[in-house]
């Protein structure tokens, strides 16, 4: 007689944090979706630099949520393998902390952007555009870049089915 598996009552807390998870990234990405196409389909929004700035923090945020959104949709384990030498853990592992980034970044320079329209103080002083994309954009991907040129991204060493940093003592070193 063979004995019974062992269950550790955590799998249904699992399905229940993946379906949440699921169902957030995807009533996110829809929403992203929708402000590009508003901010897209007419050129009224477009001549306005805070509703520019929103824009750009929802393609950031869209960007992260690709990742997330196709992980859930492909068949398989978490960490299936891509076609060709770069496993599919790491793509999204650089997809979710460059959209991480990007989204946390994006948002600090609207605030900066509202505290500018709010005060006249000589720190809060407008900032021309291409700064926040250098900035949003650019800073993101060096970070990333070096992190998956070293091999920081992929497959947790804490046993996290989460594709992420690989050492998760450095998980918040990206936000340092």
Known sequence: MSAAPAHNGTTPVVAAG???LAASSTLSLVGDLGIIVVFFSSPIPRS???IRIIAFLAMADLIGELPIVGSLSLPGPPV???PGPIPWCQVQAIGNWYAQLSTWLWTCCYAHHVAAGATTLFCFRPLR????????WGLPALAVGVAASVGMLGVPDDGSPQCTVKNSGWSM????
């Open 18 to 20: 993946e379906a949440l």
């Open 48 to 50: 306005h630099t805070t």
């Open 80 to 82: 299936s393998s891509w």
């Open 129 to 136: 555009e291409r700064y926040f994309h250098m900035l949003c």
């Open 173 to 176: 070193t990206f936000y340092s």
